[in-house]
């Protein structure tokens, strides 16, 4: 018998692997929670999915407890990882953010939430917090739904929101385009290996770090310092000369893709204080550069 909700299931898909890659940094692995909680729902007998008043958030529900699991076993994997482990990057539009919530007392944006400073910080807190932060914050959901996700009191997911809240900086002193003239200077000078010109467009306390994962060449340990910075990035252009720039919008900001004969083989995410940049993201493994050679 054909399932009556077909079509409300299937439009969830989107709205799964938006909420699962904030809460894991990864989309692939996002898009294996999707699966599995369609798999899950067609596990359950035609009666229990007619009994479900709400199969969408039934299937938030259960994707988001997978996450929590999957949370919960991360740090182990991540001992096991070679060098730093940084979120999987995507290109811009490709996680459908659709538009701001109408609350202007919401304190994250959808976009704002899959920028990789946002996702790095989300990356430091415990999966409790990091889950009902998500849910709360950017998703709306209720803390009486959220306890229903994590397994605590409504005042406990409160709580643990409130202690994942405390971490996150949501200070914006430059424009869209001020960042973006940033990394496109960045990218000028690196070109033309103006070490001069480099050190200046980096805070003196910049921190670049690199994810080769092993399986491909990169930095194992973060690089701190302007100076230090540039050096390292004078290198790169020096061993790697045949490595073509493309700006790009990387998580929703402006970012910058290396490629060889127009395959990706690097991704650089940016962030900016003060105009100046204090993080550099260099993503070089190429299980999580799957987006962007496929594009």
Not at 63 to 87: F, H, K, M, N, T
Not at 158 to 173: G, Y
Not at 211 to 222: Q, S, Y
Not at 238 to 258: D, I
Request: charged content about 25%; hydrophobic content about 45%.
């Amino acid at each position: 018998m054909t399932d009556p909700h077909l079509a409300e299931v299937i439009g969830e898909r989107r709205q799964l692997i938006n909420l699962a890659y904030r809460l894991l940094g990864s989309l692939a692995e996002a898009e294996d929670v999707a699966q599995e909680t369609y798999t899950r729902w067609y596990a359950l007998t035609e009666q229990q999915r007619e009994a479900i008043d709400a199969p969408g958030a039934w299937m938030t529900t259960v994707a988001s407890r997978i996450c929590l699991d999957l949370l919960g076993s991360a740090r182990a994997r991540r001992e096991q990882y070679v060098g730093d482990w940084i979120p999987e990057p995507v290109p811009g539009g490709w996680l459908d953010t659709g538009s701001a919530p109408a609350d202007p007392a919401d304190r994250v944006t959808l976009d704002e939430s899959i920028s990789m400073a946002f996702l790095v910080v989300l990356d430091s807190m415990t999966p409790a917090e990091r889950v009902s932060f998500v849910l709360h914050d950017i998703f709306r959901y209720t803390f009486n739904e959220i306890a229903d996700v994590v397994g605590r009191t409504p005042a406990a997911c409160r709580q643990l929101a409130s202690n994942a809240r405390r971490r996150i900086d949501l200070s914006h002193d430059h424009s869209a385009a001020e960042r973006a003239g940033l990394v496109r200077s960045f990218k000028q000078a690196w070109e033309s290996q103006d070490i001069e010109a480099l050190v200046g467009l980096l805070d003196p306390r910049a921190v670049a770090t690199a994810d080769g994962g092993g399986l491909a060449l990169a930095f194992l340990e973060p690089i701190s310092g302007a100076e230090q910075i540039a050096g390292a990035w004078m290198e790169i252009a020096a061993r790697a000369p045949e490595v073509t720039l493309q700006e790009c919008l990387v998580n929703g900001q402006a970012g910058l893709v290396g490629q060889v004969d127009g395959v990706t083989v690097s991704v650089y995410a940016f962030d900016v204080t003060d105009g100046r940049i204090t993080r550099i993201w260099a993503v070089r493994n190429p299980e999580k550069l799957r987006p962007w050679i496929a594009r």
